[in-house]
Nanobody, 117 residues
Framework: QVQLVESGGGLVQAGGSLRLSCAAS????????MGWYRQAPGKQRELVAA???????TYADPVKGRFTISRDNAQNTVYLQMNSLKPEDTAVYYC???????????WGQGTQVTVSS
């Protein structure tokens, strides 16, 4: 079993920055993929950014050039640096860990990110 603990959400003005962290613990299984999803009110959960253990990264088009995902494999921790935030980035952000993006895996409890205009 894997537990994911997220931190770093909050309220920020448009144009500001936030950094999310997600630490995985509880299992010695090597985690192949870690990433971030988000869900805004009334919308489906969507992929924001993902990182494989080998270093391949994927970004959703709306965040390219503004968000950066990074990973510490030794600590099983993934980070999301969010710059130039926009009100449309407002959502609950969820950390994911599993064999590959899109496959069943583990989820964090979610952290709220609110960007005011």
């Amino acid at each position: 079993q894997v537990q994911l603990v997220e931190s770093g959400g909050g309220l920020v003005q448009a144009g500001g920055s936030l950094r999310l962290s997600c630490a995985a613990s509880g299992s010695r299984v090597t985690i192949a993929a870690m990433g971030w999803y988000r869900q805004a009110p009334g919308k489906q959960r969507e992929l924001v950014a993902a990182n494989t253990r080998g270093g391949t990264t994927t970004y959703a088009d709306p965040v390219k050039g503004r968000f950066t995902i990074s990973r510490d494999n030794a600590q099983n921790t993934v980070y999301l640096q969010m710059n130039s935030l926009k009100p449309e980035d407002t959502a609950v952000y969820y950390c994911y860990a599993g064999p590959r993006i899109g496959a069943p895996g583990y989820w964090g409890q979610g952290t709220q990110v609110t960007v005011s205009s």
